[in-house]
């Protein structure tokens, strides 16, 4: 089993910018592909942006597109979400999640074999 703790989230105003963090315990962090999802009040979980394992290809949905941006550190076996000019509708609990093996999108939770227990951002207007 592989643990994921997120951190980062809170409370911010409209077009402020919150950066959230998501360590993995799994000496072999590298060999991992990772994505950010997020779930808001009474909707369905949904695909923010992906990073693969070297970092060099990134992939975001549409509705964060040049707003947030995925990184990583796999010496401190790390992956970031930086998100910017933040909306109320961006307001959700966001999950880091990791993959082993491809067996759909990248955009789809099926990608994924481990996920954490998600930190919640809530945007004011």
């Known amino acids: 089993q592989v643990q994921l703790v997120e951190s980062g989230g809170g409370l911010v105003q409209a077009g402020g910018s919150l950066r959230l963090s998501c360590e993995v315990g799994r000496r072999t962090f590298s060999s991992l592909f990772m994505g950010w999802f997020r779930q808001a009040p009474g909707k369905e979980r949904e695909f923010v942006a992906f990073?693969?394992?070297?970092?060099?290809?990134?992939y975001y949905a549409d509705a964060v597109k040049g707003r947030f941006t995925i990184s990583r550190i796999n010496a401190e076996n790390k992956v970031f979400l930086q998100m910017t000019s933040l909306k109320p509708e961006d307001t959700a609990v966001y999950y880091c999640?990791?993959?082993?093996?491809?067996?759909?999108?990248?955009?789809?939770?099926?990608?994924?074999?481990?996920w954490g227990q998600g930190t919640q951002v809530t945007v004011s207007s």
């Open positions: 990073i693969s394992r070297s970092g060099d290809n990134t």
């Open positions: 999640a990791a993959g082993t093996l491809w067996r759909s999108r990248a955009s789809s939770e099926d990608s994924y074999d481990y």
